[in-house]
T-cell receptor
Framework: NAGVTQTPKFRVLKTGQSMTLLCAQDMNHEYMYWYRQDPGMGLRLIHYSVGEGTTAKGEVPDGYNVSRLKKQNFLLGLESAAPSQTSVYFC??????????FGSGTRLTVV | QKEVEQDPGPLSVPEGAIVSLNCTYSNSAFQYFMWYRQYSRKGPELLMYTYSSGNKEDGRFTAQVDKSSKYISLFIRDSQPSDSATYLCAMSEGAAGGFKTIFGAGTRLFVKA
């Protein structure tokens, strides 16, 4: 049982480039989330989904887009990367009453 | 003022010590309280999940919630070097996925052998 799998694990982008972060979960969870983690700021919610075909904005959505075409996958896109988007990105899924299951993270550096 | 405040540490203790980690919060509507452990370069993993006030124990870990004081704690007994990690508190108004969860910034713990 893999839980939540994120790809890639590391990436370096140039300013203005685009990329997609992939998240897959095999627990049949309805809810999925993208967070970013920065030193001293904790985890901040970017976007989330409460079910297949749905997405909603979180606390820091600007510069990101998401899609949830299949229940098990949640994609995070960066349209035009900026240095301020250098961060560690975590995908998570949740079933009510049991807390989050997080992936191992994607370390993104934008130069 | 942040909704959740957590001392960043680092906190360094000798092996076998009792560790106390704490968070304070301002939103009285929070009802669900969690503690996550995050090892270096890994994702957070759920340690404790509690509802409302009171204590919950799981092995060497005890979570305590005092809603009247808006204060939660995680106690680690007989601490081990393998407990060295960052501990994140988190809280939410509801258990379902549509409720916002707020995370503390984390406390770094070092347990020396």
């Amino acid at each position: 049982n893999a839980g939540v799998t994120q790809t890639p694990k590391f990436r370096v982008l140039k300013t203005g480039q685009s990329m997609t972060l992939l998240c897959a979960q095999d627990m049949n969870h309805e809810y999925m989330y993208w967070y970013r983690q920065d030193p001293g700021m904790g985890l901040r919610l970017i976007h989330y989904s409460v079910g297949e075909g749905t997405t909603a904005k979180g606390e820091v959505p600007d510069g990101y887009n998401v899609s949830r075409l299949k229940k098990q996958n949640f994609l995070l896109g960066l349209e035009s990367a900026a240095p301020s988007q250098t961060s560690v990105y975590f995908c998570a899924s949740l079933t009510a009453g049991y807390g989050y299951t997080f992936g191992s993270g994607t370390r993104l550096t934008v130069v | 003022q942040k909704e959740v405040e957590q001392d960043p540490g680092p906190l360094s203790v000798p092996e076998g010590a009792i560790v106390s980690l704490n968070c304070t919060y301002s939103n009285s509507a929070f009802q669900y309280f969690m503690w996550y452990r995050q090892y270096s370069r890994k994702g957070p993993e759920l340690l404790m999940y509690t509802y409302s006030s009171g204590n919950k124990e799981d092995g060497r870990f005890t979570a305590q919630v005092d809603k009247s004081s808006k204060y939660i704690s995680l106690f680690i007994r007989d601490s081990q070097p393998s407990d060295s990690a960052t501990y994140l508190c988190a809280m939410s108004e509801g258990a379902a996925g549509g409720f916002k969860t707020i995370f503390g910034a984390g406390t770094r713990l070092f347990v020396k052998a």
